[in-house]
């Protein structure tokens, strides 16, 4: 089976760092490309970040490009969402996915195959 489990986040204070993790199999890692979305309440899934097979490439969405990073250990098989300068708006449900295939953007959900369980992350001012 495939399983996508989500670590970290939390809760922090306006301006501060979480970081969340998502650590999968090896199979998956290495054939899949890797995507990080958010939901907050009442809205819709958001694209963050994605990275390609390797790391060898990033893609954020222009809002949080400035101050999320997304990185992949392969000895580890897992991803990072690194987020700094968080702010009240970022509070929301994270969640690490999992795609096989290239659909033209990394920014659906659809173009997404497995998904973690979702972590919260709270931003208080």
């Known amino acids: 089976q495939v399983q996508l489990v989500e670590s970290g986040g939390g809760l922090v204070e306006a301006g501060g760092s979480l970081r969340l993790s998502c650590t999968t199999s090896?199979?998956?890692?290495?054939?899949?490309?890797m995507g990080w979305f958010r939901q907050a309440p009442g809205k819709e899934r958001e694209f963050v970040a994605a990275i390609t097979r390797g790391g060898g490439r990033t893609y954020y969405t222009n809002s949080l490009k400035d101050r999320f990073t997304i990185s992949g250990d392969n000895a580890k098989n897992t991803v990072y969402l690194e987020m700094n300068s968080l702010k009240p708006e970022d509070t929301a449900v994270y969640y690490c996915a999992a795609g096989r295939y290239y659909y033209g953007n990394y920014e659906s959900p659809t173009n997404y195959d497995y998904w973690g369980q979702g972590r919260q992350v709270t931003v208080s001012s």
């Open positions: 090896g199979q998956i890692f290495s054939n899949y490309f």
